[in-house]
């Protein structure tokens, strides 16, 4: 067997309760950087290696040698009785979850059984004991499951990201958070209103509250979560990205800071451009191909 999650917080809870088989955490924080359309997950892994090394999240080669260790129990899982994915409800979770749909989808023939357990809960916080009594109740997943992860993830790496909309209105998809983890990542482009993603500006609304701690500022941000999923190192990059503009050296909002919470300026046009990825879309240049409408709930072009 081959239980399979989203990090090491979770192995450490297989290992205590002596979960039956092998474990494999998958370790890629995909709502930060570059995951554009690649041929294999090889050369997908080359480049998400890279964007994290770069962040300073871990050197090239040892990132590089996780990635080829995880390349290599996957392609194992393949002759295994039975592959488990334990996945959160949260959009960190939810795009490791359909890379690996997409995967199996792609490298037929599928285990005897791929079953996943999908708590609304965190699971690096769920007590051992519940994790004896969900194990026995996985679901098995069949076809849909498949297919629906593997259309999300193409989607997830267009070019274009009016691809992900038609997830948005779906009604009782087979996987269940699609809908609401399309339109958080959708959330992360620049808004019509003031060119922050809402993640940024959740931030500056919480360093508006007179916080100055970055970790503060971060637990307020996350707390205005419908399902938290982002880590204290991306939001200190953001928080970075923020200062000296829309925050000082010491964590006030600025001026500009408080005329973007009030929707009179525009944040890429006040940095002079934009040069970021989400997922296969690269914004670059004086102003976002794509945003964000709120009034509308859906992507526009910007050009």
């Not at 699609?178 to 209103?193: D, F, V």
Request: aromatic share 10%.
């Amino acid at each position: 067997m081959l239980q399979i999650t989203n990090g090491d917080a979770v192995i450490g809870k297989f290992e205590e309760m002596g979960l039956e088989g092998q474990y494999l955490a998958w370790r890629d924080v995909l709502h930060e950087g570059p995951v554009p359309q690649t041929a294999t997950l090889a050369e997908l892994d080359e480049i998400r290696a890279r964007f994290i090394a770069g962040c300073g999240w871990g050197p090239l080669d040892g990132v590089r040698a996780t990635f080829a260790e995880r390349r290599t129990l996957i392609e194992a899982s393949r002759n295994m009785q039975e592959v488990v994915l334990w996945f959160e409800y949260d959009l960190y979770d939810h795009l490791q979850l359909i890379q690996i749909l997409h995967w199996y989808h792609a490298n037929r023939p599928l285990p005897p059984r791929v079953s996943l357990l999908l708590p609304e809960a965190h699971l690096s916080a769920v007590p051992i004991q519940v994790f004896d009594m969900i194990y026995p109740l996985r679901n098995t997943l069949d076809d849909e499951f498949f297919e629906l992860g593997a259309q999300a993830w193409d989607a997830f790496r267009a070019p274009d990201p009016r691809a992900m909309l038609p997830f948005l209105q779906m009604e009782e998809p087979a996987l269940v958070y699609l809908p609401a983890n399309t339109r958080r990542l959708l959330e992360e482009y620049p808004w019509t209103t003031d060119g922050l993603s809402r993640s940024a500006r959740q931030l500056l609304q919480a360093a508006a509250q007179g916080l100055r701690d970055h970790g503060e500022i971060f637990e307020a941000a996350s707390a205005m979560e419908e399902a938290r999923f982002m880590g204290d190192s991306s939001a200190f990059a953001l928080l970075d990205q923020l200062t000296p503009l829309a925050l000082t050296e010491s964590g006030e909002v600025t001026r500009l800071g408080h005329r973007l919470l009030a929707g009179e300026a525009d944040w890429i046009a006040a940095r002079g451009g934009i040069d970021t990825w989400i997922g296969g879309v690269h914004l670059h240049g004086s102003q976002a191909q794509f945003r964000w409408d709120p009034a509308q709930q859906t992507i526009i072009s910007a050009i």
